[in-house]
């Protein structure tokens, strides 16, 4: 069995809760179970009041073996935050906005910890392709993944001139990772804006990626928390260009969404988001996947923020 876990964001006491209910018990300081792993979807850090505790938990499952983990935006963010190119620029700028999102974590790790778990984030796959099943933090777009993999090796984990690459709106591969680590996005009608979770001006929707955009409005066809004010019918280009996840793939799991709900349900029947805003204080949801591939509403597992 594999339990895939969402966003944690520095909740460690629901981290160790869902854990417990999942049957994980933690023996010579590692959280482990006898017929199961864990998957982690990244977003480990930041906006949380626990994140040493969590990246402690985390890593020690992944390094013994009871665990695998995949990069989420905000590690990706991190390494940019801390990584300068040759011109002694940061390749996240250190703004307002910026510092602000990082600040949780900046001020719960030391320098010399900061450091060492930055070089581990370097270490973890930007999507994991296993058995019967995938895990990614936002996005499998096949298409994207191919790029990314003819244009760097990441077997020895994320370089400098991967960030450069990814990280940089001019980079060859900036299109690409955004789509696999914050999903794929379209511009909204002119003049229609709406503000993400943060305050910030948004005029692009975040894509339901794994439906065909026929006959939706932009309303019912965007992926997030927020309410899409826009009735009008998706562009004739911005549907003839969706390469939807196919029905016939494997299940995959995603977080990054920030969604809300009671009780968690299913995107589709291979498709299912674990991220429930445990951070605002919804979710940390997992779902416990025994092989099947039409996933089931019943295999979740989560706890309360």
């Known amino acids: 069995m594999y339990d895939i876990i969402g966003d944690i964001h ?20 590692v959280y482990q179970h006898s017929e199961s792993k864990a ?27 009871h665990a695998l983990a995949v990069m989420g935006n905000h590690e990706l963010n991190a390494l940019a935050y801390h990584t300068q ?13 910026n510092v602000r999102q990082h600040r949780a974590t900046v001020e719960q790790l030391d320098g010399v ?13 930007l999507w994991l392709e296993l058995d019967g099943l995938r895990a990614v933090h936002a996005c499998w777009d096949n298409e994207s993944m191919t790029t990314i993999r003819g244009a760097h090796s990441l077997s020895d984990g994320i370089s400098d001139e991967f960030l450069i690459s990814a990280c940089r709106k ?22 229609t804006v709406f503000c993400d979770k943060n305050g910030t001006e948004r005029r692009e929707i975040r894509t ?4 065909r955009p026929d006959g939706h409005t932009y309303c019912s066809y965007a ?10 019918t ?10 939807p996840y196919s029905p016939d793939e494997k299940p995959v799991f995603v977080g990054h969404y920030w969604l809300s709900a009671q009780r968690p349900e299913v995107l589709a029947e291979n498709v299912a988001c674990l991220d429930f805003s445990v951070a605002k204080g919804g979710l940390l949801c997992a779902y416990r996947w025994q092989g099947e591939r039409k996933l089931s509403n019943d295999h979740f597992v989560w706890v309360s923020g």
């Open 113 to 125: 910890l900061l450091q060492e778990y930055l070089k581990w984030f370097r270490s973890l796959p």
């Open 234 to 243: 998706i562009d004739e280009a911005a549907a003839a260009s969706a390469s």
């Open 10 to 29: 520095g909740h460690a006491d629901q981290l160790g809760r869902l854990l417990d209910m999942l049957g994980y018990r933690a023996k010579a300081g």
């Open 85 to 97: 190119d040759a011109q002694g620029e940061y390749l996240r700028p250190h703004n307002e906005k």
């Open 170 to 191: 001019t980079g060859a591969l900036y299109k690409q990772v955004e789509i696999v680590l914050k999903g794929k996005e379209i511009p909204l009608p002119d003049g």
């Open 223 to 232: 992926l997030q928390a927020e309410k899409i004010d826009c009735d009008k």
């Open 39 to 65: 998957v982690f979807l990244g977003d480990l850090i930041d906006r949380g009041p626990q994140i040493p505790q969590v990246l402690d938990i985390v890593r020690r499952m992944v390094d013994s073996g």
């Open 208 to 211: 339901r990626w794994y439906l």
